[in-house]
């Protein structure tokens, strides 16, 4: 049995910055889904992270969390996790992405995604798929080199779509179980998840 020590070491960006276009540019990560802020559900499902970064504006925290912007601002999800991964304070192993507005992403799902890449040496990333068999980029533990190798020139990272960022990579895809790739995209679906 491996020593705690020489597991690897997780860190998380949360991608809480976009423009919920759909939601009349509503701040999601103050949005409440069974009495918590999706931003509470998203730090709730990263206890195994070493340190987390919230991409988005900084807003009061239970947990002590890093803040980052891309700049410029309103990038897209690529460029906001290549600049949450610029504020990591070292270079982990293993970083978990999530997008702020899945709160039914858990710990579980999490552990079950760095499995399944401790599980496959050389895959660059472990994906959860949804029941439609969609990759969820956003719900992820990639290899911190894999993000390194591909991504791109600086400044070049705005308006990048993710699936373009992450293409060229080996990934491991996770089945969701329940409704954990439920995402929150318009009011209508914030109304199903806190029903």
Do not use: C, I
Not at 115 to 124: F, K, R, S, T
Request: hydrophobic content about 50%; overall charge negative.
């Amino acid at each position: 049995m491996a020593h705690p020590d020489d597991a690897p070491r997780l860190a998380a960006v949360v991608l809480a910055g976009g423009t919920a276009e759909r939601m009349n540019g509503a701040d999601k990560a103050s949005l409440t889904v069974g009495g918590l802020t999706l931003l509470q559900h998203a730090l709730a499902a990263l206890p195994s992270a070493a340190e987390v970064v919230v991409v988005g504006a900084p807003v009061p925290t239970d947990r002590p969390v890093g803040w980052a912007l891309e700049d410029p601002p309103s990038g897209g999800p690529a460029a906001g996790l290549l600049a949450g991964v610029d504020r990591l304070r070292s270079a982990p192993a293993l970083v978990a992405v999530l997008a702020v507005d899945m709160p039914r992403v858990r710990a579980a799902t999490v552990r079950r995604l760095t499995a399944a890449l401790a599980a496959e040496p050389a895959a660059d990333g472990a994906v959860l798929v949804d029941g439609d068999g969609r990759r969820q980029q956003l719900a992820a533990v990639y290899r911190f080199t894999a993000l390194e190798r591909v991504r791109p020139p600086r400044g070049q990272e705005h308006g990048l779509p993710m699936r373009r960022l992450v293409a060229g990579l080996a990934l491991v895809e996770v089945a969701a179980l329940h409704d954990e790739a439920r995402d929150v995209d318009t009011w209508t679906d914030l109304q199903n998840l806190d029903g």
